[in-house]
């Protein structure tokens, strides 16, 4: 029997290949194979190069806030982006090798469309062959993808369980290690890859436990180290993980890196989903210094005591304060997250957390997440309210009001606001940029640079408010 796997082409206004690396659907296809299958693999988002696509009907409110044109380092998002061929081409790409299964992966569901609109070529192709969808996306809201009719079978657990269940097979997987090189340059290979699943906290807007449950679990680091290429002294391997709390196994993550720093001798590590500071110590931080992390990407979520309540999180400050000040003298760089737009959230609010950031200094770049539920989460467990909602609006870029608390407008200036912010820790070099954000901050407006127009132009439709009280509160001496 032959089946195909296949994660679906992206559309979305941003897409980073060397972040996709898919490993559910590589998990899917090593199982296949165990079991005896022929397989074939379609990761359609990283076999092409980007189209610029139509926005869609259900996107258009961002138009009012696109500068077509666009350029710089405070620019917006300018186009919408299809990443991989159009779902006609895709549908025959898969059937290309007459299938008898296809296996679907919606890794989020705020991808979903994709998924059906795969499904839906296929079907218009060849109405009799079974379609199969899986992943995070189908776990959280499976009836969705039922109701469509698209589908021979909606698999909601993880691959290591559902795929031999789907089969009826009596065979039993332990979490399988998958790896997965991403991007290859002369001098650098990327891998990602995860050596843990689940999470048994509990923070409100997560989605993790939904999909993962709150077990933690392990891979065999043995398995995923003979899965590993050789060493290649001309390059540089960089391992990226996955995980969503890797430190909860500090000890065999430590045994891991290890491992892998005695396989290759050029290695950095990185964990670009993000670090659980609350996890981490001075000790910690040195040693994974020491084995090769150059970057560390931290998440504060909020520094609001009261959503932070809510949210079932903590911010510990102190400890906070004390990691950033120890990364900026080791002079490693770090990128700090935060979520704005959750309930009762005011603008006033959010700014608080960029003025926060900003005041951390030169090493310690902003990084902004728009709030955006999963069916499920806190506040958005009655499902059936998403029904008449497209999932596009589930997309962080979609910059949507969930909570009726930020506006999409207030969110894009917060994401301007956070580029200046970044602009101004970056080394100072007096261009035509330096003298636009000292526009900025002088005028306590947003200005920024369009295509063919020689001089900076004022910003379309955003909060001035929020500018105002971003400068008004934040001290910056700029060279006259
Ligand atoms: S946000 Fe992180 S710590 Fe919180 S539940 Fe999710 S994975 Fe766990």
Not at 80 to 98: Q, T
Not at 326 to 336: A, G, M, N, P
Not at 385 to 393: A, Q, T, V
Not at 425 to 435: A, D, L, M, Q, V
Request: include cysteine; aromatic fraction near 14%; glycine fraction near 4%.
């Amino acid at each position: 029997m032959r089946c195909a796997v296949v994660v679906p082409p992206i559309e979305d206004f941003y897409y980073t290949p060397h972040r996709g690396s898919f490993l559910g659907a590589h998990i899917v296809a090593r199982i296949l194979k165990s079991l005896g299958y022929l397989v074939d693999l379609y990761i359609f988002p990283n076999t092409k190069k980007p189209r610029i696509i139509q926005i869609p009907d259900e996107l258009r409110y961002l138009k009012d806030f696109i500068i077509d044109g666009e350029v710089g380092p405070f620019s917006y998002f300018t186009t919408y982006k299809r990443f991989g061929p159009d779902y006609k081409k895709a549908a025959e790409l898969i059937l290309l090798n007459s299938p008898d299964l296809v296996f679907i992966s919606c890794f989020a569901f705020c991808y979903t469309k994709s998924t059906i609109r795969v499904a839906e070529e296929i079907t218009k192709k060849d109405k009799n062959i079974k379609i199969i969808v899986g992943g995070a996306g189908v776990s959280v809201f499976p009836e969705y993808f039922e109701n469509t009719g698209l589908f021979y079978s909606v698999l909601t657990k993880e691959a290591e369980i559902a795929i031999p269940e789907f089969f009826g097979r009596d065979v039993r997987f332990d979490l399988i290690p998958s790896v997965v090189n991403t991007k290859n340059t002369k001098r650098v290979s990327y891998f990602s890859t995860y050596l843990t699943r689940g999470c048994p906290k509990n923070c409100g807007f997560c989605s993790v436990a939904l999909v993962h449950g709150r077990k933690l679990r392990e891979v065999d680091s043995n398995l995923l180290m003979d899965i590993l290429p050789d060493e290649d002294n001309s390059k540089i391997f960089l391992f990226n993980f996955e995980d969503d709390n890797v430190l909860l196994k500090k000890e065999s993550f430590f045994e891991v890196l290890q491992k892998i720093k005695s396989r290759y001798s050029k290695v950095l590590f990185s964990c670009e989903n993000g670090i659980d500071y609350r996890e981490l110590d001075i000790d910690t931080l040195q040693t994974m210094i020491n084995l090769g992390f150059r970057q560390f990407n931290l998440s504060i979520v909020n520094v609001n005591k009261r959503i932070l309540l809510e949210q079932k999180r903590t911010f510990l400050r102190d400890k906070f304060i004390e990691l950033v000040d120890y990364l900026k003298e080791q002079d490693i760089e770090t990128i700090v997250y935060f979520i704005a737009g959750f309930r009762g959230e005011s603008w006033k609010d959010s700014i608080k957390n960029l003025i926060f950031l900003a005041q951390l200094g030169e090493r310690v770049r902003v990084g902004l997440s728009v709030f955006y539920p999963v069916p499920g989460i806190l506040g958005f467990e009655e499902k059936g309210f998403f029904l008449d909602k497209s999932p596009y609006l589930l997309c962080s870029s979609a910059a949507y009001p969930w909570n009726n608390s930020l506006t999409t407008q207030d969110f894009i200036t917060l994401f301007r606001l956070a580029r200046v912010i970044n602009f101004l820790k970056r080394p100072i070099i007096e261009n035509e940029s330096y003298y636009v954000v000292k526009k900025i901050i002088r005028e306590k407006r947003l200005y920024t640079f369009v295509k063919n127009i020689p001089y900076p132009v004022e910003v379309k439709n955003y909060n001035r408010d929020m500018v105002k009280e971003l400068f008004d509160n934040l001290k910056i001496t700029l060279k006259k």
